[in-house]
């Protein structure tokens, strides 16, 4: 179809507004205007205003719409509404009578923003405050949680149910606000406003709302008529309304609309939609972003054929990939503009509700009022909740925010809403389950607004039975999804739809959760009724579940596949929520009570579930009684972990005793269920975990070990394991102990162990059986423990709430000291996910700081005591930590008894006092018996060492209990139930014999119960004490007398003879060792000579340094010369040692792992490339520029440059090759890459074979400088300017007479650099002779200078020649760092090799100058704090920078150095940088370098070494340095200093430098200084901003000769003006070193430079000295950073982005995985927003703070990242990645320090290879679309 334009919609006359009001104001009069008029009105308007449009080269469809669209369509109804009053002014003045103060909100979250609750004083957890009511609220000072909306959601300030205090703003809190609440919910009339409205005004505005809700109803819900007739037998009527467009003309003009879904990724959909559409990547990806921005997008326009099959290729590409299709449809053009002008209208209406409370009752009068159309028995607003699952997001988005305004808003609006929405509940949840968007834009999410309410929960549950409403929808959807077996849900689903629908069903278990957050402060029949008639379902629901997914122990083979039990896990677990709050429920009334109890028992007793448990009973005997238990054997019949009904009464059964009930009440009777038949699910559940750790399942597989595993978690524990406790506690009430005793023993399969004649089974004890059995006893033991021993459960035990949580924490806390955020997540969470930890963990811990700035909780001493190592909720490995943790605890307080002794519990209460009985009955007499007489028997296998310690546990508990009781009597409080356990005991010989008989055991597992043992014996005596009323103090651990004085003489005796033997010992080995090295050298006699004879050579120093007076000068006569010693160094690989000699051929060659990389680290000023056209060639960002001339040394802004940086570890060359080769074979024959992997060999990128330190290349190492001879010159007038003008002479006469041998090439020397490879150049363009600049200097002076320059840069004095080997190294070292710095290869006109070079030495400054950086901390000096890896780095680097050029030919050298010079003495060439854009320092290390190879020939190493014309050369560098200070110098008044003391010698030095000031100021025309600034205080900050420049060349000319370190430069603060001068033989005073003649000339010359005045005016040039950069200030206050980020723009839209991510080094805010913004780059690969900024910002690398989540990530070049830990830390000294604990967060300015200390020196990428190769890394990310 042919292009359309703008230029075909026709305008429709301004004045035409004014006409449609008129006639709508006549049919008003008239009684015949309806809302059928207006959408008439607009049905014909719309097509003339709104067209769809193609672009003429992408083909994308958009709707185009005319400019005065709102004057035409909108404006005629708003002036309807005003004509009302008679104009605005007066509708508006109508409207203000009846508003009041606004106390409510009502902000309605968009998806990602930033939400806070108060976690004081919020009702529930989905109370939430705004980001700015938040900032203007008293809860900004509470416990506040910050989390993150899904959408959706709205304020809730102003909702007094929603908050317990507080409930306003200050913005929203008028004068009596809960006076107007109150009246507010009171009120029957919800439409009060309305009435005290004019009267012609409210039926004006019912009549447009209603009019344009029914207009955007219908429109938005047209769908798909599949149009298959030709265009022109269409019948209008059939696009919308009958009659109201009987003139339209239908054209062939259809678009194709593309729907989303929540299944689909990105790049199927963007795939499908390129081949079915025939559109670019890009433009694909646009539509791709606008279907999951909007919902929909049109992705074709054209006629119906071709849009046909558009949607037929498209269908078949995504059935193919993921055999779902995606949801199209055809629609005609004219339907796609009446869509898009509904969705106006809804924003119009939208912006009308939130001004006016009128206006707000009368939108939700139409709503709740006006039916569809005339003939529909639906109302609006129950259409528009039918209809929202056929709505598209952006639609479904404008519906919900316009309820959220009106309906919402108001109390009495959002009961009327509540009840239509309780009425189409099951219609809702229906849809939702069949629905393909998240829950956020289902009308599903509106639940919560309502259901969270309390009062309204309670009127819905009294008055409209909405959780029967709720549960009945459920359970026929579970029941209809999951199948039923045998009265069993089976979980039998036929494909992933029908399990994606269920697990979309459970979220219905949420909205019960609300409704039953909050329980009834009063109750009455009809909420009693209609709560136990929801009851009913709910157990209906449990009676199905109640032994689910049952299995059977697999004997003979394993299991074929795992059970699938996710899902019927998931479903127990949501629903045990709902147990938890529906008991508490019934137990707040007696009938509820009861009546929910005798449901329980009745759904117990039905068929299936009674069956279960019934069957034939046998008897079984132990210990001389006898009790019934029914045949059932669980190792041999089906068994399920699934029995909510049984967990249900047994929570229930807390409840009966506040009101005296118990389970065998008359009001309870209502079944023949025994309680035993009650109890026994849960027993079997206990003896099933028994047998899974004696690992009789382990054939079955993993499944049922999770499942238990998940019953014990902490979200679980509370609804499962402990009910099944509570459960066998309240059947120990019910029943004898005997007999419980005894039918737990059957169930465990240990009826016959507990036989004395089974200790005469002889068996081995390898053998399965006997493993089994011992596992069996200790697990049934410890079971007893836990009933017996567990009472800190409110209703069990005398405790609170409180108590409970204290008791959780101490037992936890026993394990090890914890951090807040591990205490936190062992403890069981409310239904709001609270703990209340920090309500007790003050009571009882001390919160301690460590070393690495996380702070853990530390039991209190006093609360240790309060141990039990049997804890219930221990697992077996928490369990062995926790007893060995308190051992050693024990040990170092030298502890009475070194042992964990069973704690004093909490007295049962009087329901669950019979419990104790089970202590001293027959039968647990004999099992402690048989325990301990086996123990002592050595012909028995029938032991273990738990068994004895959980016995002696409970003989503690027993004397515990009769102890306590013994002291309640003396008090006058006699027990009822009194405990004679001792007495029983000794009848039986447990006590005290058979523990006693424990003392003389031979067995190697009595010994580490022994303290236990002593305790026990120790406890019986005070027992027995209290018990024959002896006269004696009890105490709860009695003193063990103290040993005679004989034993302790004969036990020191007995020490020192074995410290006496040790040493003897001692002296004997080493005497042995001796004389084995003895033999050895003996031996090897020759190779020791050797040894020692290297030793005594490199200890030998230079005689003449011994005689060196004063401190080390790197210049002059005083230039020291030191002959060093040899170095040895080890190979990491091969484990060689190797001498270190450049010179030898033999020499094999040692290089260290190196990482060369791109940084802008030091960058002084960061620009975007995306705000640069020349970046951006044909949609494509270039991110490897062309380099200018100026790359031949480094510019002023320190990069982007190369950057060296070494982990310091070395091998042989040929070691590290075979190493690299097998990293490289290792990575490309792995079937499946890594993608976590840090480095990327395929860019040679490698882990150091020692401390896993990305590395990228080898750089090899030399000796130190010692074959440097004091070639210098003595002269004493060095230092003059006269001296310094003639070096400066002779470097411009070279100059000259190269521009003049060049000819045409003078005006760039670097057209020298098109010559191409080796010698292959013209024979007239040969390199520049010596003789010829020698023969132009006439001055005597000159001349002998240039001798002695031309003598040293000459070849007659020896030199070695690198061996080729070596050679090579440096040449594939010198490669990396051309290819990191991004130079284009594909450039003909430049020559390789003189870049190379360049690129070389701007990394060695550039390294220089971060070491530089890095030693400005106070404490640090200049020389004396660098590591050795940092010397050795910097050591190699320098001398490899040295020694690259010794192969080069002088016709590649010259033009470079030429080209350098060029910068000092040629003024006018525009073409060339100006001092301004160079660095000083990078510009004197490329001078140093080419300085000695000018007129040198190839292959010769030539070494820089600080001759007379290299001093030159510095002074003129310090020179052009002081000039670019003086250039960008600024004043301001309050930088006027105070009036202090100066002395004569800075004022004058100030003077003069004052006058070059002037000078140079006054060429450039630059402001002049102030006239208070004085002399000396400008000398005074030249020597302070020159400081920085003098420590680099410190630091450069040190490492490069290789001189000692002079000690003023070691010591902190030492590195001052003066001490750097002496140093580098630099004059200290301003004459000799600023302010000659030649200094003014000089100045002079730069200054007049043509590209001067432009640099100064452009914003890139940065004035001042160089100061070290920072990662970007952040607020102290997370909130205030999160906030600052709500209102941050997406780049490619006006939209908010959903989550930005900050970059830490410029600030700027990016899309976090935003395929919005994708960027190409010119390799043509797309990249994420936040990769493509590390390009443009950091040269590849990048740190960023993803701030909703605070979540810190480093992006990095190859598409490679991590996340690091985030700077923001809690209370705790904790990070909350992703906010998930939402605590209050302040910036940790120790580890933004740390971070931005790696950042600096260039150690992040390092630091973060190691945190993926040290350990899994579990998280894998798509970084390259980040």
């Not at 004197?1484 to 020939?1497: C, D, M, P, R, W």
Request: hydrophobic residues 35%; contains cysteine.
């Amino acid at each position: 179809m042919e292009d359309t334009s703008s230029s075909e919609v026709k305008m429709i006359p301004f004045k035409y507004p004014e006409v449609a009001t008129k006639l709508f104001e006549e049919k008003y009069r008239k009684n015949e205007l309806t809302s059928l008029e207006f959408r008439a009105f607009w049905h014909g308007h719309v097509p003339k205003l709104f067209k769809v449009v193609t672009h003429p080269q992408t083909k994308v469809p958009k709707i185009e719409t005319q400019p005065n669209y709102r004057d035409v369509l909108i404006r005629p109804i708003e002036d309807f509404i005003y004509n009302a009053c008679g104009s605005k002014e007066h509708t508006l003045k109508e409207l203000s009578k009846v508003e009041s103060t606004v106390t409510s909100c009502g902000h309605v979250f968009r998806n990602g923003e930033s939400t806070y609750t108060c976690r004081d004083c919020a009702m529930d957890s989905t109370c939430v405050l705004c980001v700015l009511c938040f900032q203007k609220s008293t809860h900004k000072h509470h416990r506040y949680k910050i989390t993150s909306s899904s959408g959706g959601g709205c304020c809730d300030c102003g909702d007094v149910e929603a908050w317990k205090s507080d409930p306003w703003c200050s913005e929203h809190k008028g004068g009596d606000e809960e006076t107007d609440v109150q009246a507010s919910q009171t009120q029957e009339n919800e439409f009060s406003a309305l009435e005290e409205l004019n009267l012609d005004l409210a039926e004006r505005m019912k009549l447009i709302f209603e009019s344009v809700t029914r207009y955007a109803f219908t429109c938005l819900s047209y769908v798909d008529q599949n149009i298959e007739t030709p265009v022109d037998r269409v019948d209008p009527t059939i696009l919308l309304l009958p009659g109201a467009n009987s003139h339209l003309q239908v054209k062939d003009s259809y678009c194709l609309a593309l729907y989303n879904d929540e299944v689909h990724t990105y790049e199927a959909v963007s795939t499908a939609i390129t081949r079915a559409v025939g559109c670019t990547a890009n433009v694909s990806m646009d539509h791709t972003l606008k279907v999951d921005n909007m919902g929909r997008a049109i992705i074709r326009y054209g006629n119906y054929e071709a849009c046909s099959e558009s949607k037929k290729r498209m269908r078949e590409q995504l059935l193919r990939n993921m055999s779902i299709p995606l949801k199209t449809e055809i629609l005609h053009e004219y339907i796609i503009c009446l869509q898009f002008f509904a969705l106006e209208l809804l924003q119009w209406l939208e912006n009308w509700v939130k001004e006016s409370k009128a206006v707000r009752q009368a939108l939700s009068f139409v709503l709740l009022e006006r039916t569809i159309e005339d003939s529909s028995p639906y109302t609006i607003l129950e259409g528009v909740i039918r209809q929202d699952p056929k709505l598209w997001k952006s639609a479904r988005s404008q519906w919900n925010k316009l309820l959220f305004h009106s309906l919402l808003f108001d109390y009495n609006l959002k009961k009327r809403f509540s009840e239509v929405l309780t009425r189409n509940y099951k219609f809702i949840l229906s849809e939702f389950m069949n629905d393909d968007h998240d829950l956020s834009y289902s009308v599903a999410s509106l639940a919560v607004q309502v259901f969270t309410v309390p009062s309204l929960a309670v009127y819905l549950i009294e008055h409209h039975d909405v959780i029967f409403s709720i549960l009945n929808s459920f359970y026929e959807h579970c029941i209809a999804l999951c199948g039923i077996s045998g009265e069993r849900l089976a979980f039998t689903f036929t494909n992933n739809m029908e399990v994606k629908r269920f697990k979309r069903a459970m979220y219905v278990l949420w909205d019960l959760r609300y409704l039953l957050t909050f329980k009834p402060k009063a109750w009455n029949s009809a909420l009693k009724q209609n709560f136990l008639h929801g009851f009913s379902i709910f157990l209906k629901l449990l009676y199905h579940m109640q032994g689910m997914l049952s299995f059977t122990r697999l004997v003979h083979q394993h299991a074929e596949y795992e059970q699938e039990w996710e899902l019927a896990f998931q479903l127990h677990s949501k629903v045990s929520s709902v147990v938890a709050l529906a008991h508490e429920w019934c137990g707040e009334d007696k009938l509820v009570l009861i009546k929910a109890v005798r449901a329980t028992l009745k759904k117990l007793n039905e068929v299936s579930v009674k069956d279960s448990v019934s069957g034939p009973r046998k008897d079984l005997t132990v210990a001389n009684c006898t009790a019934k238990c029914l045949d059932y054997d669980i190792s041999k019949q089906s068994v399920s972990i699934h029995i909510p009904l049984t967990r249900l009464l047994a929570a229930l059964c807390l409840h009966l005793p506040k009101y005296n009930l118990n389970f065998e009440s008359d009001e309870l009777m209502c079944t023949e269920l025994t309680i035993e038949q009650v109890m026994e699910p849960a027993l079997r559940q206990m003896a099933l975990r028994a047998q899974v750790q004696a690992r009789m399942w382990r054939r079955n597989g993993l499944s049922l070990p999770h499942q238990l595993m998940m019953c014990s978690s902490s979200k679980c524990r509370g609804e499962m394991l402990d009910c099944d406790v509570i459960m066998l506690q309240t059947a120990l009430t019910l029943m004898k102990p005997n007999e419980f005793l005894i039918t737990m023993l059957c169930r465990f399969n240990l009826t016959n162990w507990v036989q004395p004649s089974y200790i005469h089974e002889q068996r081995s004890p390898e053998d399965d059986s006997i493993r089994e059995k011992n596992t069996l006893v200790e697990e049934l033991l410890y079971t007893l423990l836990c009933v017996v021993g567990e009472r800190f459960k409110v209703g069990v035990g005398e405790v609170t709430a409180q108590d409970c949580l204290c008791h959780e924490v101490v037992q936890q806390l026993c394990i090890k000291p914890m951090s807040h955020s591990e205490l936190n997540d062992q403890l069981p969470r409310d239904v709001n996910y609270e703990t209340h930890l920090e309500s007790v963990v003050d009571l009882v811990a001390d919160l301690k700081d460590q070393a690495q700035g996380k702070k853990v909780y530390e039991l209190k001493t006093e609360r240790r005591d309060e141990f039990n190592l049997f804890f219930y909720h221990f697992t077996r490995e928490d369990l062995s930590i926790a007893e060995e943790y308190q051992r050693t605890l024990r040990k170092k307080e030298s502890a009475q008894f070194n042992c964990s002794p069973p704690p004093l519990p909490p007295m049962f209460t009087n329901a669950y006092s019979k419990v104790l009985d089970v202590l001293e009955c027959e039968v647990m007499l004999a099992l402690m018996e048989a325990v301990l007489t086996r123990m002592m028997n050595l012909m028995t296998p029938c032991f273990s060492e738990l068994q004895l310690q959980e016995t002696l546990f409970l003989i503690g508990y027993a004397l515990l209990e009769e102890e306590r009781q013994m002291k309640m009597a003396q008090t006058g409080v006699p027990p009822d139930r009194p405990i004679k356990f001792s007495t029983r005991a000794e009848a039986r010989q447990i006590l005290p014999y058979h523990v006693e008989q424990l003392l003389k055991g031979r067995r190697n597992e009595v010994e580490e119960q022994l303290p236990l043992v002593n305790w026990v014996l120790a406890k019986y005596k005070d027992v027995v004490k209290l018990r024959d009323r002896k006269v004696e103090e009890p105490s709860s651990s009695a003193p063990v007398p103290e040993a005679p004085a004989e034993d302790e003489e004969a036990a020191q005796k007995a020490k020192k003879a074995r410290a006496e033997l040790v040493a003897q010992r001692r002296a004997g080995v080493l005497q042995k060792i001796q004389a084995q090295m003895y033999s050895f050298m003996q031996e090897n006699a020759d190779e020791m000579a050797s040894v020692d004879e290297d030793m005594q050579e490199e200890s030998v120093i230079n005689p003449s340094s011994a005689s060196m007076v004063g401190d080390p000068v790197a210049f002059g006569p005083d230039y020291w010369t030191v002959k060093k010693e040899k170095r040895r160094v080890i190979c990491i690989l091969c484990q060689e040692t190797e001498l270190i000699s450049s010179s030898s051929r033999d020499y094999k060659p040692v290089v260290m792992a190196a990482l060369v990389q791109q940084s802008t680290v030091l960058s002084r000023h960061r620009s975007s490339v995306m705000d640069d056209p020349a970046m951006n060639v044909d949609g494509k960002i270039q991110t490897t520029p062309c380099k200018s001339v100026a790359n031949l040394c480094l510019t002023s802004n320190l990069g982007p440059a190369p950057h060296v940086s070494s982990c310091g570890h070395t091998m042989h060359k040929s070691c590290f090759d075979n190493f690299f080769e097998s990293v490289r074979r290792k990575e490309e024959q792995r079937a499946v890459r890594r993608d976590n992997s840090f480095y990327d060999v395929r860019h040679k990128e490698y882990p150091c074979p020692l401390c896993n330190s990305l590395s990228n290349c080898a750089m090899p190492i030399f000796e130190d400088n010692s074959d440097i001879e004091d070639r210098c010159a003595r002269q004493e007038s060095i230092n003059t300017h006269e001296n310094l003008a003639e070096w400066s002479a002779i470097y411009e006469n070279i100059y000259q007479e190269a521009v003049k041998h060049w000819g045409s090439f003078a005006e760039n020397p670097l057209s020298r650099l098109n010559i191409g490879e080796g010698d292959n150049f013209p024979p007239d363009m040969g390199p520049l002779e010596r003789k010829d600049c020698e023969a132009t200097v006439e001055e005597s002076s000159l001349k002998k200078k240039m001798a002695s320059f031309m003598s040293h840069n000459s070849d007659k004095k020896k030199r070695f020649k690198l061996p080729t080997h070596l050679k090579d190294c440096m040449d594939a070292f010198t490669e990396v760092v051309f290819n990191a710095a991004k130079m284009k290869k594909d450039r003909t006109d430049w020559n390789i090799y003189a870049y190379r070079l360049a690129y070389l030495w701007q990394a060695s400054a550039y390294t220089i100058h971060s070491l530089e950086w890095q030693q400005r901390d106070p404490e640090k000096s200049l020389l004396g704090n660098f590591t050795e890896r940092q010397e050795e780095t910097i050591r190699a680097l320098l001398l490899t920078s040295a020694m690259e050029p010794q192969d080069l030919h002088p016709s590649i050298i010259q033009p470079v150095a030429v080209s350098l010079l060029h910068t000092f003495y040629q003024g006018d060439d525009k073409n060339h940088p100006c001092i301004l854009e160079v660095d000083q320092f990078g510009f004197l290390v490329s001078l140093i370098f080419t300085n000695s190879y000018i007129f040198s020939k190839r292959n010769k190493v030539k070494i820089p070494t600080c001759f007379e014309e290299d001093l030159a050369l510095l002074r003129m560098a310090l020179l052009a340095h002081v000039v670019t200070l003086m250039l960008g110098m600024e004043w301001q008044e309050e930088e006027m200093p105070m009036e202090v003391e100066e002395s004569p010698a800075d004022v004058e030095e100030g003077k003069l430098a004052m006058k070059l000031l002037y000078a140079v100021r006054s060429i450039t025309n630059l402001p002049l200084p102030p006239e208070w600034l004085s002399p000396a205080s400008l000398w005074h900050r030249i020597t302070r901003e020159c400081t920085p420049f003098l420590r680099c060349c410190a630091i450069f000319f040190k490492y490069l000769t290789g001189i000692p370190d002079p000690p003023a430069l070691t010591q902190s603060g030492g590195d001052t003006f003066q001490e750097l001068c002496r140093f580098l033989a630099l004059p200290g005073n301003c004459l000799e070193l600023l302010a000659s003649d030649f200094h003014l000339k000089m100045a002079t010359r730069w200054c007049q430079h043509p590209r001067i005045k432009a640099t100064l005016e452009s914003p890139k040039f940065v004035r001042g000295p160089i100061r070290v950069n920072q990662l970007v200030p952040l607020p102290m206050d997370f909130t205030d950073l999160i906030n600052s980020v709500s209102s941050v723009k997406c780049r490619s839209s006006d939209e908010n982005a959903a989550n930005p991510s900050m970059c830490l080094v410029c600030g700027r805010f990016v899309c976090f995985h935003g395929y919005c913004c994708a960027v190409k780059l010119e390799d043509g690969q797309n990249v994420g927003p936040s990769m493509f900024h590390a390009y443009e910002c950091g040269a590849g690398i990048g740190l960023f703070l993803k701030v909703r989540e605070c979540e810190a990530f480093v992006l990095r070049h190859h598409q490679r990242g991590v996340y690091i830990t985030p700077p923001y830390v809690d209370k705790y000294g904790e990070t909350d990645e992703g906010l998930r604990r939402g605590n209050p967060l302040t910036l940790n300015t120790k580890s933004y320090k740390e971070m931005h200390k790696l950042w600096l020196s260039h150690t992040l990428c390092q630091s973060t290879c190691k945190i993926l190769e040290d350990g899994f890394y579990p998280v894998l990310t798509n970084w390259q679309l980040l």
